[in-house]
C-alpha cells in the first residue's frame, strides 16, 4: 500500500497549465483521469444506469471548477471527492421515491465487468463478485478502499473523499472488511453444491440484496458443509495490490457542455471567472485528437473510441496506474496453437474434431473414449476474445428444469456439472443450446476428470454420475460423456437451458477466458486430478459443435430434438 503522496510532477505541471487555459493540459486531464472516475463511481453504484451521469457530472464540476485548486498537488484527492459528493448527492435525491439499484436487463454489473475486463480468477474474482452482497454506504467506501490497497489512492485521500478523520476511516473500513469477508463466505458457498443451500435459495430471484445476505450468512454459520472454510483463503487487501483499473468502456462518451457554466462563471466575476474565459475560448478551437482512445470533438464531447482489439493505452495514460499491471487485450490474429503449449499425440482429441469438413455444423460433438491420465492434451487454438455477457451474470447456477441464460458476445464460456444422483437418479436429460445466432464450438474439457472416473478410494463402484449404493445417471445413448469442467467458444449468443427431469443434476455458468482454459487442461495427475484434459478445438469450423444446440427458439427447450440443427 502506498504512502501519503501527492500526485507525480508531470501531472502537477499539467494541472498548472490546464489552469492557464492550455486547451492541450484539460485533455490530458480529463483523458487521463477519467478511469479513476468510473472505477469510483461504477464500484460505488455497482454498475447502475446511473454511472454515466454521475460520472459526466464529475468531471463538469472538476472542469467547471478547476481554476478554484490551490494546490495542484491535491488534485487526486479533490478530484475523488467530488465524485463521492456527487454519489451522495445522487443518493439524497433518490430518497423520496423507491430505490432499484439492480441493473438493467441485459447490462453487465460492475462486478462482472471487473472479472471480465480484468481477467480475474480464483480468489480474486470472488472478491469482486462479493462486493455485490454490500450495502450501499459500505460499496461507496469500497470503491476508495479498493483503489486504496491496489495502490490508486492514500488512507489521507479516502478520508478526505469520505469526509472523516483518518482515525474514523481505520474503523469504518474495518467494519466494511467483516462485511465483505461475510460476503465473500457467501460467493464461496454459492459455488459449492450444499444440497440444504441449494433449497434455501429455491425461492431467491438471484438478486443480492441485505436480507439474503443475513440469511445466507445464518446459514452458512450453521452448516457443517458451508461452513468449513477453506485453509488457504487470502485476505482481500493482498489479493487487490497492483490490480489494474477497470478500463472505461469503447463508445463511452463524456459530453461535457462547457460553454454555459464557464460562460456564466465568467460573467458573475468569480475568483476562477478568469480561468474559465480562457477554457470557453478554447473550446472554439478546432478538437484535438488525444492518445488514450478517447477523442475530443467539436463542442467539447469526449468519446471513448477504443475497441476491444485494440492495444491497451500507454502507461503514462493513466496518471494513477504507475506499477500496476497491463490488462490482458483480446487477439486480433487469427487462430493459432499457443507457443507455450507442449504439443502430444494427437490420441487425446475428439476423432470428431479432427475431420476435414470445413463447414460449420458438418461436426457434431460425438461420443469419444476417455484419454489415458498420462496423456497431455494437444495444444489450445487461441480464438478472438472480446468478453461475454450472461443474463445470469458472471456465475449463473441452473438447478432446475426451465432455469437458462443467455450467453452473448465473443469468448470462452465454462459449464460445471454438479450431478446429484444420492438425490435422484435415473435418465439424465442433456440440456439444450437453442436460439444461436452466430456459432458455438465445444473447445475443451477440464476439471481433471470425466464425470465417469472413479471418486472413492474405499468404494470401487463410486464415480461422478453415482455408484452402486445410490445408483447412477445414465447418459441418453450417444451422448457425449461429460467432464467436470466442459469450455465452450461463442460469437454470437445462444441460450442454455436446463432440461432436468429424470435425474437430479445442476449446472454452473461462468465467463470464462483462453488462459483459463488452457490452465485447466494442463493440469493433470501431478496436481492431483484424476487426468489431464481434453482438447476438442481444431481451430477451424469442422471443430465440433456442442450436441442438441439449434438456431430455433421453441417455446420449451425440452423439445428440441437430441441432435444439433446448425
Known sequence: MRTDVPVSRQWRATVAAAQAGDRRALDELVEGWLPLVYNVVGRALNGHADVDDVVQETMLRAVDNLGTLRDPDSFRSWLVAIAMRQIRDRARRRQDRKLDEAVPDGAADFAELTVLRLQLEGQRREVAEAVRWLDAEDRQLVSLWWLEVSGELTRRELAA???????????RVQRMKERLETSRGIVRALDGACPALRELTGRWDGRPDSVWRKRLARHIRGCGYCGDARGSVVPAERLLVGIALVPVPAGFVLSPALGAKT???????????????????????????????????????????????????????????AGTRAVPQAPVTAPSPSPSTPPSAPASASPSASASAGVYGSVVDAVDPAPDPDAKPGALPHRPEAGITSTGGA??????RGDNVTLSGQGYVLVRWQISPQYRSGSLVVPSWTGLKGRIFHVASGGGRRMDDRVSSTDTSATGMGSSATGYDVLPAGAQQMWQNEYYYVDGSVTLTVNERGADYGVSVFPSSWDAVEKDVLSGPPEGAIRYGLVRDDGTDAAPVPQYVTRETPDDPATVPQKSVV
Open 161 to 171: 473523499a469520505v469526509g472523516i478523520s483518518r482515525q474514523h476511516a481505520a474503523v
Open 395 to 400: 456465475h449463473a447456477v441452473l438447478n432446475h
Open 263 to 321: 460562460a456564466a462563471a465568467a460573467a458573475g466575476g468569480s475568483a476562477s471567472a478568469g480561468w474559465s474565459a480562457k477554457v470557453l475560448g478554447a473550446l472554439a478551437k478546432p478538437a484535438v485528437a488525444v492518445t488514450a482512445g478517447a477523442t475530443i470533438v467539436a463542442g467539447g464531447a469526449y468519446v471513448v473510441v477504443r475497441t476491444p482489439h485494440d492495444p491497451a493505452p500507454r502507461a503514462a495514460v493513466s496518471p494513477t496506474a
